[in-house]
């Protein structure tokens, strides 16, 4: 089978072009009003001595926030720089263009304003506090780049917490579109997911939660082999151990199989990567896979096996990180559209039914397309996934209770459409495009 590769620059020409705008605009987002100032008289409704009075309603009523201020569409992307992309522990400095990156995504693809705030602390507990602290402010926190397996437990102590919503991208984000793809892919080769046989590579945050959704989703356990750099996890194995990959013990592998990806990969229908940027998987090994296998190598930027490589060493469909290939793994086609529909509905917490209902309306609107080999999953471009994704959490969110607003699933499609396309409006109007091309 061949493959289209979509590549057009080269890396270092993408950094330098990259390095040059973030030089010229100094940063990628900014502030802009969302009420109209005509004269000095709209001073006295925006600040004194008009503000006095939303003030006092709110103290009256601290659910009165919601209403009057923009705290029900503002989250924070909290980062400390520990693992920044595939650069590792460059600091909160470093990271802060990411987290400006992605904020910006979260305004484009979701109408949700988010303020970057990278922390200079790599203390856990400090963190809880800091976001605990600064959580007036916000309606929701989206956790970035933090290394593991510290981000699985302030996630969890986070959710526990907070009543609004916490999502950690590497790891709910990452896994959501992952199970979208997985979906479409199965469809496509006829395979059921009480049948296939499974393989993650990595145990980071993205390989945890690969194996948690798959077991919500219906795949059997017993059907799954997880592997650090160690090799196989299995119940009682004594090295390199966290409370986390005990889990992964408890949940996969009953009959304690030992060896690395090579001996893991003999039979296997699927293997889901997320781990050290390559390439580094050979061929052969993928040759030991099942006919119509599935390969998703998710690692950045250079994936664990090129997609050329694994298809002609037989894998039926392949899908990466990169927007390169065909079937990017893209983890923006998650968040913006997540918590749009969290927001929506004011919900309490972003739990597990939002999440595979989000996974399950991306995998819906690529079938509505047409499945092809090289299409499992909607392009970040496509305008149809956000409207409907936000309104599949939005209606999850109501359902399994954790919603303050009961909204109808329309209305928050129709109000994504209009945010997305108010802000593309926006960015047309200060960007012509004469300035674009030059």
Not at 40 to 69: F, H, M, Q, S
Not at 79 to 89: E, F, I, K, P, Q
Not at 360 to 370: I, N
Request: net charge neutral; hydrophobic share 45%; with cysteine.
């Amino acid at each position: 089978m061949s493959i289209i590769i979509r590549k057009k620059k080269a890396d270092s020409e993408i950094y330098r072009e990259a390095l040059e705008l973030h030089k010229k605009y100094r940063g990628k987002i900014q502030m802009i009003s969302k009420v109209p100032f005509k004269s000095y008289d709209d001073l006295a409704l925006v600040y004194t001595p008009g503000v006095a009075e939303p003030c006092r309603k709110i103290a009256e009523n601290p659910d009165n926030v919601w209403e009057l201020t923009n705290r029900y569409n503002t989250i924070a992307v909290v980062s400390d720089g520990t693992r920044v992309l595939g650069l590792g522990d460059i600091g909160p400095e470093a990271g802060l263009p990411v987290m400006e990156g992605k904020a910006l995504l979260f305004k484009l693809f979701g109408g949700v304003d988010a303020v970057p705030l990278v922390i200079d602390t790599k203390d856990p507990e400090k963190i809880v506090e800091l976001v605990k602290t600064v959580q007036p402010s916000f309606g929701g926190f989206n956790l970035e780049d933090i290394e593991s397996p510290k981000c699985f437990y302030i996630l969890e102590t986070l959710e526990k917490e907070l009543q609004i919503p916490v999502w950690h991208d590497d790891q709910q984000g990452t896994a959501l579109v992952t199970l979208a793809g997985l979906i479409n892919a199965l469809k496509l080769v006829g395979k059921k997911k009480e049948d296939v046989k499974i393989v993650v590579m990595g145990a980071g945050a993205a390989g945890y939660s690969f194996v948690k959704f798959l077991l919500m989703y219906g795949f059997p356990g017993k059907n799954i082999l997880i592997l650090d750099s160690v090799g196989i996890i299995y119940k009682g194995r004594k090295v390199r151990m966290n409370p986390w990959k005990e889990k992964l013990a408890e949940w996969t592998n009953p009959e304690g199989i030992r060896g690395g990806l090579d001996t893991a990969l003999e039979g296997a229908d699927v293997l889901l990567a997320a781990s050290a940027p390559g390439p580094w998987i050979p061929k052969q090994w993928i040759k030991k896979m099942a006919d119509d296998a599935i390969v998703f190598a998710e690692a950045n930027p250079v994936p664990e096996i090129l997609p050329e490589d694994a298809l002609d060493a037989g894998a039926k469909i392949v899908a990466t990180g990169r927007s390169d290939y065909p079937n990017q793994i893209n983890n923006v086609l998650g968040f913006p559209a997540v918590f749009r529909g969290a927001l929506d509905v004011s919900a309490k917490t972003i739990n597990d039914k939002m999440i595979v209902a989000a996974a399950e309306a991306l995998a819906r609107v690529a079938e509505e397309k047409g499945l092809r080999h090289d299409y499992i999953i909607p392009k970040a471009t496509e305008p149809e996934w956000a409207p409907e994704e936000a309104a599949a959490v939005a209606k999850a969110a109501v359902e399994s209770g954790v919603a303050r607003r009961k909204v109808d699933p329309d209305e928050v499609r129709e109000n994504t459409r209009k945010l997305v396309e108010a802000h593309m409006k926006i960015i047309n109007f200060l960007f012509p495009d004469k300035e674009k091309k030059g």
